[in-house]
């Protein structure tokens, strides 16, 4: 367990501490669900579901094989509409 201190900047902003991010394999983006208990908060990072996570890799490998292709956003936009319209 690790144990620091940190302190919250003009913006609302508070640092974990380096070791302790580490620590706990956290990353730029990691989202947390924050919760006020009398004089303590608490954060809790947000797990992804295991098929959350699996659509997402599937949607990233995706878009590298469209951008290879060299297919623009707008003409994905395109193609998932007018498929959409399809299966209706």
Known sequence: MVLDMTRLSEKGQIVIPNELRKEMGLREGTRFVVMGLEDTIVLRRLELSQERIRLKRLLERSRK???????????????????RKVGR
């Open 65 to 83: 094989m469209a951008e290879k292709v060299g297919f623009t956003e707008k003409e994905v936009d395109r193609l998932i509409h007018s498929f």
